[in-house]
């Protein structure tokens, strides 16, 4: 099984771009999450998807973040416009729902907005 | 409301010595527990979990959890710490249900010195 897949590792991008990260969840997986962690605020949920619906959205910090999840293997989290502080290590998590909660998370993103 | 707390910023331990580490948390019900670990620049990866049953859970590398409800504790103990444990520890709490969120700890750094 090759995990949960994030793409791209690395982003640098400079105040305004749009920004798109992907995730390609462990096949069979039917709920994703996004996390997003920095130093001062640790590891915070931005939203989580069950069967490809979002369920709670309530963590994605502002209008500028938006989710998708058009299939059971695909999900992107964009951001537009991009600022400095958005500048964190993105996780995409997945689990089964009939199993016992446990996340496995793919390596991240690390994004810097300049 | 669900919360985990890591009193534990930072520890450093001398290699082959033993190692704790503390987590508290706060849930309503059964918890199901978990304890993660952050290589610099990797994922989180699942050291090990408690559902129910025997309180004392052994895990990977080495690790194991003791779950004391009256306590609302689940600390993380290894007897002989290696340099390559030096990593970001993360203990989480969740719901038996696999398709909810986990809420984590702020994370506990653990610096090994020879």
């Known amino acids: 099984d090759a995990g949960v897949i994030q793409s791209p590792r690395h982003e640098v991008t400079e105040m305004g771009q749009e920004v798109t990260l992907r995730c390609k969840p462990i096949?069979?997986?039917?709920?994703l999450f996004w996390y997003r962690q920095t130093m001062m605020r640790g590891l915070e949920l931005l939203i989580y998807?069950?069967?490809?619906?979002?369920?709670?959205d309530s963590g994605m910090p502002e209008d500028r973040f938006s989710a998708k999840m058009p299939n059971a293997s695909f999900s992107t989290l964009k951001i537009q416009p991009s600022e400095p502080r958005d500048s964190a290590v993105y996780f995409c998590?997945?689990?089964?729902?009939?199993?016992?909660?446990?996340?496995?998370f793919g390596p991240g993103t690390r994004l810097t907005v300049l | 409301a669900q919360s985990v707390t890591q009193p534990d910023i930072h520890i450093t331990v001398s290699e082959g010595a033993s190692l704790e580490l503390r987590c508290n948390y706060s849930?309503?019900?059964?918890?199901?527990l978990f304890w993660y670990v952050q290589s610099p620049g990797q994922g989180l990866q699942l050291l090990l979990k408690?559902?129910?049953?025997?309180?004392l859970v052994q895990g990977i590398k080495g690790f194991e959890a003791e779950f004391k409800r009256s306590q609302s504790s689940f600390n993380l103990r290894k007897p002989s710490v290696h340099w390559s444990d030096a990593a970001e520890y993360f203990c989480?709490?969740?719901?038996?249900?696999?398709?909810?969120?986990?809420?984590f700890g702020k994370g506990t750094r653990l610096s090994v010195i020879a």
């Open positions: 998590a997945s689990s089964l729902a009939s199993g016992y909660n446990e996340q496995f």
């Open positions: 096949s069979g997986h039917n709920s």
């Open positions: 998807f069950n069967n490809n619906v979002p369920i709670d």
């Open positions: 849930y309503g019900a059964t918890p199901y």
């Open positions: 408690y559902f129910s049953g025997d309180t």
């Open positions: 989480a709490v969740g719901s038996p249900s696999g398709n909810t969120p986990l809420v």
